[in-house]
């Protein structure tokens, strides 16, 4: 066995974890709820390797002999964003929660970002992405001040429209914020929220950047680089590890680009891991609470699945997870504390083992390395003997 496919449904939580309290997501389920809703969700590739048999999911059949092996994984890392839930995955525990701010950015940060790019913002709140747009879109096409607002993650967002603020001069705002925010400011992403439209009537791009920090501690990602295999980043994975591991990246404009630049990578048949992140679950139903779009987009995504599994070579391990939940079944629009699904496919290994609840994400990244055979101190337990 030497490559790992490791693809990521941004948001697509299992259930709330025991400390959801602490992050006000009692009941929050992602594809529990999403599938309560719509009278039952059919996803019948995702149900052949075991989706079934994690959890009670209305549609989807729990099934004697799956041909994957399934369970789910609890989040050590204090938090429940991209960030946290990624590094974790590879093999990175936040102690602290990264910091946020909920009721806007400090005057002093305002006022030194303001100087650094040479105007003026608007928002400097606590938002959704496509509501601030509609909210103040039309005054910062007026003014040209860019949109700095946040959420319930530790993000610092900038809004503009690619016809006022070109994408550079975006993109070069969001690493002026990226050096600011650090020390006792520091936040996981500065995301560039790129949108273009006229007459209050706005739509954001594809050409969102995320730019985050170095991880803490040495991830998956650079023990594989190191060993002499290939890292190759599908989606924003380049963006999340801040470039640090990747030998080889491609950013997406939607799931289904993910998935084909995913078979690319797997068509070109070089040794190492396969990373990839599918986003639109998250950014554009999970956030927005839309049930039947996230729903879709869930379908969608199983009905290419079997063009992954024929792709693969005898050798190769395909694991399925998630980050973190975002219901969009419930009041907030926020990122939810769930354990995430565990999928695991190969040719050449076990099927219908059940994995159980793993103590941590880190136990995906320490089995990623155990199947390539590179050491590691990674913290995490690795499940390949249960594979093998």
């Not at 501690?217 to 801040?242: H, P, Q, R, S």
């Not at 080889?248 to 690319?264: L, P, Q, Y």
């Not at 024929?310 to 998630?322: G, P, R, S, V």
Request: aromatic content about 6%; hydrophobic content about 35%; charged content about 25%.
């Amino acid at each position: 066995m030497n490559r790992v496919i490791l693809i990521v449904l941004d948001s697509v939580g299992i259930g709330e974890m025991h400390d959801a309290k602490l992050y006000g997501d009692e009941g929050s389920d992602t594809l529990g709820n999403i599938a309560e809703s719509i009278g039952g969700l059919r996803l019948p590739n995702m149900e052949k390797l075991g989706l079934g048999n994690i959890n009670d999911i209305h549609g989807i059949k729990k099934i004697d002999n799956p041909i994957g092996n399934y369970g789910k994984c609890a989040e050590l890392s204090k938090g429940k964003d991209t960030v946290t839930g990624h590094w974790e995955i590879s093999g990175v525990v936040l102690e602290k929660p990264l910091k946020t701010f909920p009721n806007g950015f400090p005057a002093e940060i305002i006022e030194k970002f303001q100087d650094s790019i040479g105007r003026k913002i608007i928002g400097n709140k606590v938002a959704s992405g496509t509501e601030i747009i509609k909210e103040l879109g039309e005054e910062h096409v007026k003014t040209g001040y860019p949109i700095v607002y946040t959420s319930a993650d530790s993000v610092f967002q900038i809004a503009a429209h690619e016809d006022v603020i070109p994408l550079e001069n975006l993109y070069d705002m969001c690493r002026i914020a990226r050096k600011m925010l650090t020390g006792e400011n520091t936040v996981g992403r500065i995301i560039a929220r790129p949108f273009v439209g006229e007459k209050g009537i706005y739509t954001r791009t594809p050409n969102r950047r995320d730019f985050t920090l170095d991880p803490f501690n040495k991830t998956i990602l650079e023990y594989v680089k190191e060993d002499n295999l290939n890292v190759m980043a599908v989606g924003k994975i380049e963006d999340i590890f801040n470039g640090k591991g990747v030998t080889e990246a491609v950013h997406i404009k939607n799931n289904s680009e993910g998935v084909d630049k995913t078979i690319e990578y797997m068509k070109a048949d070089k040794e190492g891991l396969i990373f990839t992140n599918l986003v639109d679950f998250d950014m554009l139903y999970g956030h927005r609470n839309d049930v039947e779009g996230y729903a879709k987009a869930l379908v969608e995504f199983d009905k290419k699945l079997p063009e992954i599994i024929n792709a693969m070579k005898n050798e190769d391990i395909l694991i399925i997870t998630a980050d973190h939940g975002c219901d969009p079944t419930t009041p907030s629009t926020d990122h939810s504390r769930e354990y995430i699904p565990l999928l695991v496919y190969g040719k050449s290994i076990k099927s219908g083992v059940n994995l159980g609840i793993r103590s941590c994400f880190c136990d995906i990244g320490k089995t990623v390395l155990d199947i390539l055979q590179i050491k590691n101190n990674l913290y995490g337990e690795s499940f390949k003997d249960k594979l093998i």
